[in-house]
């Protein structure tokens, strides 16, 4: 009986398509012939049903199968025998392009926090939907009047929003800038691009963390960069290394998360901060400063950004409302020498124009509003308060199995495994618990690491989350 393969790099629900066209094709299952149910189906392949309802739609969506009220899925009437000849073989396209797909272990995780809606999400590097701030936003939706051009606007981003950006970066984190430095972009996630399409050329070298969100994005490696590694340790990288880095492979530019790192929640010290910038002057590189965690920090202490430190120009720093408000309102911001700035804008106009107006006068009028620093206080009690609930569940689970330092900021625990298990089992031993997490290895990390966020899950799954974690770590 034919299975799918877990470690091929084509997603399951992809080789279940592609298995059932091929008996189609080979006139196995011919017009008419009814499909096993989602559920049935997925027991019979060991995979989640939400796999094979992504496959089944993707079917459809092609027309090889439909779907009969009261009688299931079944052989499309009309379209076989004929379909392998007027329909585009879309996989010879799809694999074709320079963005290459996400990591095999990413879209799992994808895929099952997207359709399984009672799995514990330690995965999801974001806010739970009661810490966004709704009701402010849904106070300005009902309230305030909005009067702004509705036809293209600036790509740099909406002025008056640029202008609070620039507002809260002064009072908040200390960065001077004005609005003509800033780019407004979707999240920081477009600034990791933009930085990574217009500034650098494939086959520059870049130096990033490790372990590191961004090594976690294929977007570097489909810019063609080629990426060396600096360790993070208790208190970040080692500014050093980045010499050393330097003299063997002259890089051309250095990625840092300095504060709350994902995925360690490690802060880089002042006195390396400083070091790095000295470092970075000397060897007339930039450096991008990840920064969408800073404001989260416990106790309401921010640490300082290298940029509130940058006297030099050096800094391109990346901010995101993403960690502090809400990803889906997919606002973020770049402040950079204002020649960057005009080079981003002028790619971002090629690629979309600039992000919706809409989006932008809300995010002003919500960073704006003197409710937002109530928001980011309750943001910050209620992040450690999860933390606490998470490190405690650690404790008592795994205590003998595992080390982790606690955080003080950042929404993500960062945890080494004393006796590694292969990342893949882990995953899948876990999400037949109902439980998800992110494998170290996907940040790149050597084998033995698990990166868990307390941010996602409600407060009262934490524990039997874990608990069902520990049990998958013992199966395998
Ligand atoms: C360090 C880091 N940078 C950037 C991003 C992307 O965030 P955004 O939603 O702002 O695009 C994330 C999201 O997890 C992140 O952890």
Not at 206 to 212: C, F, K, Q
Not at 305 to 319: E, H, R
Not at 396 to 419: A, M, Y
């Amino acid at each position: 009986m034919w299975k799918p393969d877990r470690s091929a790099p084509i997603p399951l629900y992809q080789q279940i398509v592609d298995h059932i066209e091929r008996g189609i094709s080979y006139a196995q299952l011919p017009p008419g012939s009814s499909l096993p149910s989602e559920r049935k189906l997925a027991e019979q392949l060991g995979v989640n049903r939400s796999t094979v309802m992504q496959a089944y739609e993707e079917l459809r969506a092609s027309g090889l199968v439909e779907s009969v009220v009261g009688s299931g899925t079944r052989v499309s009437m009309t379209k076989w025998g004929v379909s392998q000849v007027h329909t585009p073989n879309w996989r010879l396209y799809t694999d074709g392009g320079t963005f290459l797909p996400n990591l095999p272990l990413m879209r799992r995780i994808r895929e099952v926090t997207q359709y399984e809606s009672a799995i514990i999400n330690f995965a999801s590097g974001e806010l739970s939907s009661d810490l966004f701030p709704n009701q402010i936003v849904s106070r300005i939706l009902r309230e305030e009047s909005f009067g702004e051009h509705l036809g293209y606007d600036d790509p740099q981003g909406f002025l008056t929003l640029r202008q609070a950006i620039a507002g809260r970066l002064l009072r908040d984190q200390g960065i001077r800038t004005s609005e003509s430095s800033m780019l407004v972009t979707s999240g920081s996630q477009q600034s990791l691009y933009l930085i990574t399409q217009c500034l650098l050329s494939p086959g520059d070298a870049v130096a990033i963390e490790d372990p590191s969100y961004t090594y976690s994005l294929p977007m570097f490696q489909s810019a063609g960069l080629r990426i060396f590694r600096l360790p993070v340790h208790s208190d970040g990288i080692d500014p050093e290394d980045i010499i050393a880095l330097y003299r063997k492979h002259r890089i051309r530019m250095v990625f840092l998360n300095p504060n709350f790192q994902n995925p360690t929640g490690t802060t880089l010290s002042d006195v390396k901060k400083k070091r790095v910038l000295a470092i970075a002057a000397e060897l007339r590189i930039p450096i991008v400063e990840d920064d969408p965690f800073s404001l989260t920090g416990f106790q309401g202490i921010v640490p300082a950004p290298l940029k509130a430190m940058d006297q030099d120009g050096i800094v391109l720093y990346i901010g995101s409302l993403s960690k502090i408000a809400a990803s889906g309102l997919r606002i973020g911001w770049l402040v950079a020498p204002q020649s960057v700035v005009e080079r981003l804008s002028d790619a971002r106009q090629q690629m979309d124009f600039g992000l919706s107006i809409v989006a932008q006068w809300t995010a002003e009028r919500l960073l704006s509003s003197g409710e937002f620093d109530i928001h980011l206080q309750m943001l910050r009690e209620s992040l450690n308060q999860k933390q606490r609930f998470m490190v405690d569940a650690l404790t008592d689970s795994l205590q003998e199995k595992i080390t982790f330092s606690p955080p003080v900021g950042g929404l993500n625990i960062w945890c080494r495994i004393k006796h590694p298990a292969d990342d893949g089992k882990l995953l899948e031993e876990a999400i037949k618990r109902g439980v998800v997490f992110v494998p170290g290895s996907v940040y790149g990390s050597e084998p033995g690491y698990v990166r868990f966020s307390y941010a996602k899950p409600k407060a009262e799954e934490i524990a039997s989350g874990i608990s069902a974690f520990a049990e998958a770590l013992e199966r395998v």
